[in-house]
């Protein structure tokens, strides 16, 4: 290839398969990867993870890619590259729809071409043609029929129902992969899994105990149940746990310590805009009576904190 060709896979895609993963990124969603290689496997067919926002549908494609690094995947695909492509940001970069069109047909090729292959697309319900403007899943179909191209595509229940399951031609190309919102116990398990990724991300560490740890990751959970969630706001099991824990690691920096501390913690649960006023208000209460031992060790005062 020309050393000056330029790659628009290059631009506008991530290579997810050479990403460096400090922890596996989909946890506890071993059933969903397994639906998923199955169907990769499977002659002229793709995958299409439907599911709400929030419950990890792009870490299940990271868990693919990350088995696929350590050969822990089927011979068939040993050596293959997952490429995650952003439409969305693709459609932003410019108003010209027949510009859009061409920056894809390129895009479709160059994935085409390339052996050992596999096209990620996020919010798989964007190609679809919805008000008179570009067709992009016309311009995948071919492709797709003849299995030149393996894709793994996502995207939300509602705008499967809205949007793909009109364009029957395009729907048939996929085998539908249910991913469900993750229980409480597995949420634990998956954020406990996530501190290490957290503190090589972040430069700040955690030094509880893991029984103190997995006490404060309960909290956040249980304090996060579904009808405890502010409607259309807040995400769903593990996202909006994800972001508390996160934040929690981000107030020890800005705090410029190294260790999370049950303040941080604190701050992080009394400053999240995902549930409900009256619930925020009894669960920091709920917080200083099951974290007074801790609170009175470290003699902190959370009065003047939030």
Known sequence: MDSDFLSLIDV????????????NPAI????????CILTLLT???????????GIGKTAIVEGIAYRIQRNEVPDALKGWSIIKINVASLIGVTTNAHDTQ???????????????TIL???????LVNRSGGVDFANLLKPSLDRGIIKMIGATTQE??????????????????????????????????????????????KINYQPYQTEKFIKFIVEMTDEYKRIYEVASRYPDICLTILANAFTYALYDNEKVVKCKHFYKAICNTKSVYNDVLVKEIARFKKEFAEIINLENVNLEDMG
């Open 159 to 204: 705008e499967y129902e809205t949007y793909i399951l009109r364009d029957r031609a395009f729907l048939r190309r996929f085998q539908k992969i249910e991913v469900l919102e993750a229980s409480q116990e597995t949420t634990v398990k998956i954020l406990m899994g996530t501190i290490p990724k957290l503190e090589h991300q972040i430069g700040v």
């Open 12 to 23: 506008y895609g991530e290579n997810l398969t050479e990403k460096e993963y400090i922890t």
């Open 120 to 126: 990620f697309i996020d919010e798989t319900h964007l």
């Open 28 to 35: 506890a969603r071993d059933e969903e990867i397994k639906q």
């Open 102 to 116: 061409s920056k894809l047909d390129v895009i479709i090729r160059e994935i085409a071409n390339r052996e050992k």
């Open 43 to 53: 002659p002229e067919k793709s995958a299409l993870l439907v599911g709400k926002a």
